[in-house]
């Protein structure tokens, strides 16, 4: 969520964070935008732990761990394997929240039939 409030901030950081330079004119607005989704997600993992199960939590994680995929893919197409350090980064991400999920689901409680 930290960094989402960055991208918002100061987007030159967030790109910089994020592994790519802020684009020219309209581009801190697209990075407000990964700024938004970065907060938006924090959010409804911090409302699934309070207001739900185990299980929809780690659903959650798992599905959402697509998301650093994602930014690991964008990476590879702007800036190929010149950044490996964001690149390991982001894949840290996308493996912390797999991880994250795993134990979510792994450790429920037994439903007795």
């Known amino acids: 969520m930290v960094l989402g409030v960055v991208f918002i901030a100061a987007p030159g ?8 330079p802020a684009p020219e ?12 989704r970065d907060l938006a997600f924090g959010g409804y993992i911090l409302a699934l732990a309070r207001l739900s199960t ?3 939590v780690g659903v959650v994680l798992g599905v959402t761990a697509v998301i650093p995929l994602g930014d690991v893919l964008i990476l590879l ?8 350090g964001h690149l390991l980064l982001h894949l840290a991400s996308a493996g912390v929240m797999a ?15």
């Open 13 to 20: 950081l967030g790109g910089a964070i994020f592994g790519m």
């Open 25 to 36: 004119g309209g581009g801190a607005a697209w990075l407000a935008v990964v700024g938004l």
């Open 54 to 56: 185990r299980c929809a």
């Open 77 to 84: 197409a702007v800036r190929g394997l010149s950044s490996p």
């Open 99 to 113: 991880a994250a999920a795993a134990w979510m689901l792994r450790h429920q409680p037994s439903a007795e039939l």
